[in-house]
Each structure stands twice: as C-alpha cells, then as structure tokens.
C-alpha cells in the first residue's frame, strides 16, 4: 500500500498500526526523510513471527532452501552447490536460477560442472562442454559471461581450496569480516561472488541454508536494492 502525501503512519498502544492525516504544520518536515526505529522495530519482529507461522504472502521458503536430491546439508556437495549457484545470481528469477541449478546437478551428464576437480580436468579447448551443460536447463542464460565466471571460482576453489568451500571457510576463521576482505583483495578469482549483494546473500545462505556459524556476520551490511527500498517506504520505517 502506497500512502498519499497527506497520510502518516501510526502506531497505536495496543500494537496495531494505522494510518492518520498529517496536521499542517507536518506538511513542511514531510518531504525530508526520517527514520522510525521503534516502528522498524515493531515490524521487524512482526514480520519474522509471520515468515515462521503462515509465511509472508503466504511463503515460508526460499527458492536455495531445497539442496538436489541425495545432496545431505552442509556437505561438500552442498557448499559447491550454493556457492557456484548463487556467484550467477544476478538479474535472474530466483525461483527459476535454482530450479535450473537443481536439475543440472542431478543430471548424470551435467553435474560435473558442480566439482572443482572434474572442471579443472576439462582442457580449455574444451570450454564449450561447460557451458553446454550450464545452458542445458538454462542454468546460464548468459552463456559466455556465466560460464566465465562459473569457471574462473571453480577454478579458485580447485587451486586455493583443495576442491572444498569448507577449507576457505576454516583458513578464515569462519569470520565474515575476513571472509569479505579475502573476496575484496582477490576479487578477480572470484567474480561475481565477490560483489557487495551476492557475497552477503552467499554469507547468509552459508548461515541458514548450510547451517554454518559464521562469526561478525552481524557486521555485514545488507546490500540495499529497489525491492528492499519499496518494502522499507511502503511499511513506513522512513
């Protein structure tokens, strides 16, 4: 709901919130922007209450909340599966992105492209094998940049990590802090993952989709998009 320039929100004592014409002499203060923090509080905790109850529209699940089949939480599988997938997440339907990432690991012919150590086998005059499968169930829809960057932190993973996410995680201490500044200083090997939105959404996709526990993942700012900024006007916390 979008409220009229002469509308205000209000919290009333018993918790409910409605909205109520704003007095003249508010007309003036009304074009700057101001920060409601008890409301933003209030609603931060009504929001959470109704996404572990009936959901919020009704949806309690996260299109990355389901690993493919046979795939056990928090495995190596598991970690290669969001990293890899989540590095391409950008201007995709969510819903879409991992439905495709699904389908190409528990494909027999595609899921090679999931493990560092069969993609580092390929020689490079072979690259169309990668992106093939990548495009099979329209994993990539951005055929070459896609597999580029697939290929470059398969690669990274390969050489730096022993073919194991978890091994990265482990020589940074499982701290986010140092986590973003190793994806800052070698951002070129990992392209993508390494921007402000997709390392936080990777980060907390390590926290609630593997169940890792990360340390000063508290500290990590949230990458604020038009959708978050919508919702954040349309709820009245500014």
């Given amino acids: 709901m979008y409220l009229a320039p002469e509308q205000k929100w209000q919290n009333n ?9 704003i007095a003249e002499d508010e007309k003036s203060s009304h074009r700057s922007i101001t920060l409601d923090i008890e409301r933003g509080a209030l609603l931060a905790e009504r929001l959470y209450q109704l996404y572990k109850t009936e959901g919020i529209f009704g949806n309690k699940e996260m299109p990355e909340d389901h690993p493919p089949q046979g795939v056990e939480i928090g495995s190596r599988e598991h970690l290669l599966f969001l990293t890899l997938t989540v590095a391409i997440d950008y201007m995709r339907n969510a819903d879409a992105l991992w ?42 829809l951005r055929p070459i940049r896609d597999t580029n960057i697939w290929l470059t932190i398969a690669l990274t993973i390969h050489n730096r990590w022993r073919d194991d996410p978890w091994n990265l995680l482990e020589a940074l201490n499982f701290d986010a802090i140092k986590i973003v500044k190793h994806l800052t200083r070698y ?26 526990n990360l340390k000063n993942l508290e500290y990590i700012p949230i990458p604020v998009d038009v959708h978050i900024t919508r919702a954040t006007l349309n709820l009245g916390i500014i």
């Fill in 187 to 212: 951002k070129s090997e990992y392209p993508n993952l390494n921007g402000e939105k997709i390392r936080s959404l990777w980060l907390r996709m390590l926290r609630d989709n593997a169940r890792i």
């Fill in 99 to 140: 439905e495709s990432a699904r389908k190409t690991f528990e494909d027999p012919e595609t899921c090679f492209v999931f493990f560092p150590e069969e993609v580092a086998n390929i020689p490079l005059g072979q690259v169309e094998k990668i992106k093939s499968a990548l495009t099979k169930y329209k994993l990539a």
């Fill in 13 to 21: 004592n018993d918790n409910t919130i409605e909205y109520r014409p």
